[in-house]
């Protein structure tokens, strides 16, 4: 194997901007995933960087499966909304108005 390699990345360890709790959905920059413990500020914080995760839903959005699924960090939601988020993955199923989660396939490849 080649010398310089360090990890498969599918487990990224950083340092925790603010509280993170497990199961959430961390935005760093253009790195992103999920919460697998609990961390404080500035402690050390594993996040899971793919997978398929239950995440919470912007009420009013109607997404269907393969749709672009968003990070709103002003409300910290999921969203269809392009303008101004992060895009982090794809929808794996459908999500009517009034849903408050939906599922996201978070795309560790961008």
Known sequence: MAKN??????????????????????VMGSL???????AAANEELTLKTGGVWELPKTTADE???GDPAYWDADVS?????V????????????AANGDTTCRVRLNDAF
């Open 77 to 81: 939601e999921i969203t269809t909304t």
């Open 5 to 26: 390699f360090i990890q498969r990345g599918d487990n990224i360890t950083v340092i925790a901007a603010a509280l993170a709790a497990s199961g959430d959905l961390i």
């Open 83 to 94: 303008t101004d988020n992060t895009k982090v993955g794809v929808f794996t199923e459908a």
């Open 32 to 38: 992103f995933g999920v919460a697998l413990h609990d």
């Open 63 to 65: 997404p269907t499966a």
